[in-house]
């Protein structure tokens, strides 16, 4: 219940900064804010309350917290650290022609 | 087990971190390997046609590979059946030929952009035969990531807002993809497209709705379908007309596939009908698609026309796939034929007559028939394919989407094709006819050039005119083509064969 | 007017969480999948595998075919950078810090590169890895740029290095993969060479060259980047 609480408000907190903000990088800002709650809560809900997926020898552990959604946010993280790095980039590229960084210029994002 | 599939996957990826090996060096190896490599993938996908043709004219032709030797659901499979080949042999035939499109259109930074290219094939590839749902959101992300600086390649403000644009909903839409992944992993344990298909029936309904509905909202923001439909028109009109033609006419339909693939075999069409979910699919994509053609013919410049003119096809189609007959989804996969070939096409074809001419604008069209007669009678035959005329493809596949929607008996459907095919008529009419006026008064001066250079010219005009002649030539001989749409048709509508086949030994 | 909006903005995205929170609490807890790859994974990945980090066994043994992907996002996204920002003017910005910490960032590299090395070999035995220790890679070059002046790593490193670096990673990733094809019959399916008892360093078959590749890869696309971004800040500078 908590978990899915915090999830949906952190997630709606970048979804309310990607609407309202007049800056394109408090918008990628957003969208990271977006993926990081639902990294934050894919590890919450798969947690076993085991310990962590690494063993000492090679003796069978028993009680391990699920390593297959680690494994995907890593997967996930690395791609959200891309787009969000292009995305940079082409604010850098647009910044170049309008000296500005406000969303308004590309002629609202819903519109057109 | 047959290694060939994962060098459809292998051979372009490789080719991509290798030209900017090879481009230090010297650029004329980097022009062989990237001629080379293309063919290779190509005559990759045609060994794969001509070893199993037995197999696929009985229609149970299906390859499968499990990636590190980890049986399913362990580890990645890789699987190709009708319906991927299908698509594999439409993404080969129209890469091939826009890649050597761009040799002779792309003049400057030719090193970045054809590795960004192979690793869009790549991408395309890969989600095209993957048999897991991880593997084809990241394989998602790959193509969304890897397309996005070519919608930028103009590096003028209109590319660069069309880019942002372009590159923020398809996030957005990957995020809602993901977290569908994720219900999918905390209710089922398994991220295998036929382990889910076997169990996902057994679901409580709410759960399976979740699901649905992510996945929907997701793919429904990448394809561009009516509420998301307007990011679309300028992504796909910014770029040059080489990655326009990719865009509009290869990647959409990628996201199509995924679509008939998620939805027909791995979620099963079931839950969309249990849910009620499938009239409002139909009814948002013919709102779509009537919206697409009333935005085309509201606008003046030829790109976002055409780029609008996608939107209503794309309606169309997914609205023609999800009456789930065998009928409607082989008019679907026809339509998704016939569309690829036209709107390469017409893209290819623009390309050419817009170096003529100072602006998109339709004023500035004028005269520009002469330039090239050959060329822009293609185009007009394109043109009238696109509106439905008989002898062309686009009639065939037009025919059977309404004999699709009567045989439901879903008339608002056919009305919505009758009256999309009028008003396409005018929007394409328009253009012809200002191709084909005299300039009566001013110099001959009047085409300026816009790109000083035509890097090889016969190449440009000589694959345009192939595209055409291609419209034409499947569009007589369309019944030829029967036999894999219907194989096709026959793996969407039976997911038992699927699931067997995957974890059937 | 932009009150009302912000207000209608808020009430929307309140009553959606509403029903998202509503939907989400419905979903049962299921822990005991029928048939969950999950068992199957923490009981024999040791023994399967040899690593004894699970997560790593799985991203560059399981799901490979991912971290693959993965790594060509991010060669994807190096290659759409420069393709945008390449500009021929060289960087020159600031000369860096004062002298007292350019001397102890000298002596501190060597010991930063050897912890960036030891977290990527040892990917398979503690937390880490190479996409962890190809940040860390990235970072001293990035450090280098701020502590000695921008011109100093551009013209040691030209980026033609870094991009051989980039790509000859991500070869060495795909060679892995073919090698075997020939030894295993599948694509980057575990090799069993060099491999002695899990635990040690030289276990788990591929994984710590995957790693080794995957580093290098990840280390050299993020310096690509940062130098990328930070050449039009020298333009700008240079026309005023």
């Known amino acids: 219940m908590i978990n899915h609480i915090v999830f949906i408000f952190i997630f709606l907190l970048g979804f309310y900064a990607i609407l309202v903000k007049k800056s394109l990088i408090k918008m990628v800002i957003g969208l990271n804010i977006m993926e990081g709650a639902i990294f934050y809560w894919f590890i919450a809900i798969t947690d076993r309350g085991g310990i962590i997926p690494i063993v000492q020898s090679t003796q069978v552990a028993f009680n391990l917290n699920d390593p297959i959604p680690q494994a995907l946010i890593l997967t996930g993280i690395v791609i959200g650290a891309s787009t969000s790095a292009f995305l940079l980039t082409l604010i850098i590229e647009l910044n170049k022609f309008t000296d500005s960084t406000n969303p308004d210029q590309l002629g609202g994002i819903i519109e057109d | ?505 | 007017m932009s009150r009302l909006k912000h207000i209608s903005i808020v009430i929307i995205l309140a009553f959606l969480g509403l029903i998202m929170l509503l939907d989400l609490n419905k979903i049962p807890n299921q822990f005991e999948y029928a048939n969950s790859i999950y068992h199957h994974i923490t009981n024999n990945a040791v023994g399967e595998t040899g690593s004894l980090n699970f997560v790593t066994a799985i991203l560059y043994d399981y799901r490979a075919y991912d971290s693959m992907g993965e790594s060509t996002i991010i060669f994807g996204a190096v290659s759409g950078i420069v393709l945008l920002l390449s500009r021929k003017t060289l960087p020159v910005s600031s000369h860096g810090l004062s002298f007292i910490v350019k001397r102890t960032y000298g002596m501190l590299t060597p010991f930063i590169f050897l912890f960036s090395v030891y977290i990527i070999a040892h990917g398979h035995l503690s937390p880490g890895g190479g996409f962890q220790g190809g940040v860390i890679l990235g970072a001293i070059s990035i450090i280098f740029s701020i502590v000695y002046g921008s011109e100093f790593d551009y013209k040691r490193y030209t980026p033609t290095t870094k991009t051989l670096l980039e790509t000859s990673g991500a070869l060495l990733f795909i060679g892995i993969g073919l090698i075997g094809i020939i030894y295993s019959g599948s694509f980057l399916s575990n090799l069993n060479i060099l491999n002695s008892e899990p635990g040690s360093l030289l276990s788990a078959g591929s994984i710590p060259f995957i790693n080794l590749g995957i580093g290098f890869k990840i280390g050299a696309g993020l310096a690509i980047i940062f130098y990328s971004m930070i050449q039009k800040t020298f333009k700008e500078e240079a026309s005023l």
């Open chain 2, 1 to 505: 087990m047959n290694n060939i599939l994962i060098y459809l996957v292998i051979v372009p990826l490789a080719t991509a971190f290798l030209i900017p090996f090879v481009d230090i060096f010297s650029n004329k190896a980097r022009k062989i390997l990237v001629g080379f490599s293309a063919l290779l993938e190509f005559s990759i996908g045609i060994y794969i046609i001509i070893s199993n043709y037995g197999e696929i004219t009985e229609h149970t032709f299906f390859l499968k590979y499990y990636l590190g030797n980890w049986i399913p659901p362990i580890g990645i499979t890789l699987s190709m059946d009708m319906l991927s080949l299908f698509f594999s042999t439409l993404i080969s035939v129209s890469l091939l030929f826009i890649i050597t499109y761009s040799i002779g259109f792309i003049g400057h930074h030719e090193g970045k952009y054809y590795v960004l290219l192979f690793l869009i094939w790549a991408a395309m590839h890969g989600i095209i035969l993957t048999g897991d749902i991880f593997n084809l959101d990241v394989f998602l992300e790959l193509m969304l990531i890897t397309s996005a600086p070519l919608v930028a390649f103009k590096r003028n403000r209109n590319g660069t807002e069309a880019a942002i644009k372009y590159m923020f909903f398809g996030a957005i839409g990957g995020l809602f993809i993901f977290i569908g992944v994720i219900l999918v992993y905390f209710n089922l344990g398994t991220l295998n497209f036929a382990d889910i298909a076997q169990s996902f029936s057994l679901l409580p309904l709410f759960s399976k709705k979740m699901i649905i509905i992510f996945f929907l909202i997701g793919i429904f923001i990448k394809l561009g379908i009516f509420p998301f439909h307007f990011w679309l028109s300028k992504a796909h009109s910014a770029c040059p007309s080489s990655i326009s033609a990719l865009l509009s006419g290869v990647i959409v339909k990628v996201y199509i596939y995924v679509f008939i693939r998620l939805f027909f075999n791995v979620f099963g069409f079931d839950i969309l009908r249990e849910t009620g979910l499938d009239i409002i699919i139909i009814v948002i994509a013919l709102t779509s698609s009537i919206l697409g053609h009333v935005l085309a013919l509201s606008e003046n410049d030829i790109k976002r026309m055409l780029a609008y003119s996608t939107v209503a096809n794309l309606g169309i189609i997914v609205a023609v796939l999800t009456l789930n007959t065998k009928l409607a989804i082989l008019a679907g996969l026809l339509h998704v034929m016939a569309h690829l070939l036209m709107k390469v096409s017409l893209f290819t074809a623009t390309g050419y007559l817009l170096q003529f001419t100072p602006s998109h604008k339709l004023q500035d069209l004028k005269g520009v028939a002469y330039k090239n007669i050959i060329l822009f009678a293609g185009f007009t035959l394109t043109a009238a394919g696109m509106i439905g005329l008989p002898p062309m493809i686009g009639f065939a596949s037009k025919w059977h989407i309404l004999q699709a929607f009567l045989d439901r008996s879903f008339h608002w459907g056919s009305i919505i094709v009758i009256l999309g095919t009028i008003i396409a008529f005018f929007y394409y009419i328009k253009y012809i006819i200002y191709g084909f006026k005299t300039i009566s008064i001013g110099p001959p001066e009047r085409f300026r050039l816009i790109l000083s250079v035509f890097y090889r010219e016969r190449v440009v005009t000589n694959i345009a005119i192939l595209f055409a002649i291609a419209v034409v030539v499947v569009g007589v001989f369309f019944k030829l083509s029967y036999g894999p749409i219907e194989g096709a048709a026959n793996a969407v509508m039976n997911p038992s064969i699927y699931i067997e086949s995957i974890l059937g030994g």
